[in-house]
């Protein structure tokens, strides 16, 4: 069974950062898809970050030039980047792995809450 542990989440000022860290169980970068998805309160889970099966990154419109996904492979960590927070950042963020065939994640961290708030 992966697990997946986030950590690296709290309370930021706007236009704060953050990074979030994803440390995997074991080696499986080779194998999913990492990513961040993040859900508020009302609202579906939404596709942050994400690493593409040829090994680019795609991001959601909403975070483009601010969230930036990385990973060491080396130790099985998966980061995420967070500058020019806003309020409307504010969500649990999780961390995934995805199956290179299948559109919704297998494994999901336990999430860590983030909010941008003065």
């Known amino acids: 069974q992966v697990q997946l542990v986030e950590s690296g989440g709290g309370l930021v000022q706007p236009g704060g950062s953050l990074r979030l860290s994803c440390a995997a169980s074991?080696?499986?970068?080779?194998?999913?898809?990492m990513g961040w998805y993040r859900q508020t309160p009302g609202k579906q889970r939404e596709l942050v970050a994400t690493?593409?099966?040829?090994?680019?990154?795609d991001y959601a419109d909403s975070v483009k030039g601010r969230f930036t996904i990385s990973r060491d492979n080396a130790k099985n960590t998966v980061w995420l980047q967070m500058n020019s927070l806003k309020p409307e950042d504010t969500a649990v963020y999780y961390c995934t792995a995805t199956f290179p065939w299948k559109e919704l994640p297998t494994y999901w961290g336990q999430g860590t809450q983030v909010t941008v708030s003065s």
């Open positions: 690493f593409t099966s040829g090994g680019s990154t």
């Open positions: 074991e080696n499986i970068f080779s194998i999913f898809v």
